[in-house]
């Protein structure tokens, strides 16, 4: 008789389906910009020096558009922080079974040092892949600048190898 591999049961807490966090404040700073722009390698000075971002028409440093990337997992941190679960833990997300899946933004305005920001996320959806050898949770964050409204969109899947 041949072997049969048996699936593990998921991780990923679906009743978590359709919750939404509340908004998380984020204070952009300029180092904070600068230093992440130097670690992927860009270093157009607009993201370094405020008087280069004047020039050339903007209030201050501007953030790459990945820089979002850092406000939704910073405000994670930050709800820890304040007694709050992340939206990981919220989730149950297991890191030793986490695998890269998919994410996309849509932009719809830029970010700059000095920016306060808030986000909230939604647990979206959750589902099987692979006849259960995978299982996602799909999430949605929102950033929101207090004047200029909806920044970025940040949808994401995140996936648990279970075999």
Excluded at 58 to 81: H, L, N, S
């Amino acid at each position: 008789m041949g072997q049969t591999s048996k699936i593990a049961q998921g991780f990923f807490k679906r009743e978590t389906k359709g919750m939404k966090t509340d908004p998380i404040a984020f204070d952009v700073e300029a180092g904070r910009i600068s230093f992440f722009c130097e670690m992927i390698g860009e270093m157009n000075p607009i993201h370094h020096d405020a008087d280069a971002a004047r020039a050339a028409g903007f209030p201050g440093i501007v953030a790459p558009p990945t820089f979002a990337m850092v406000v939704d997992t910073e405000t994670g941190r930050a709800a820890e922080r304040a007694g709050k679960p992340s939206i990981l833990t919220l989730i149950g997300c297991n890191l030793a079974r986490l695998l890269h899946g998919e994410e996309r933004y849509d932009y719809h305005g830029l970010i700059f040092a000095g920016d306060r920001l808030t986000v909230t996320t939604e647990i979206v959806d959750f589902e099987d892949k692979k006849g259960g050898a995978l299982e996602l949770a799909h999430l949605r964050a929102e950033i929101h600048h207090e004047q200029r409204g909806l920044v970025t969109v940040i949808t994401r899947s995140l996936v648990h190898r279970l075999i």
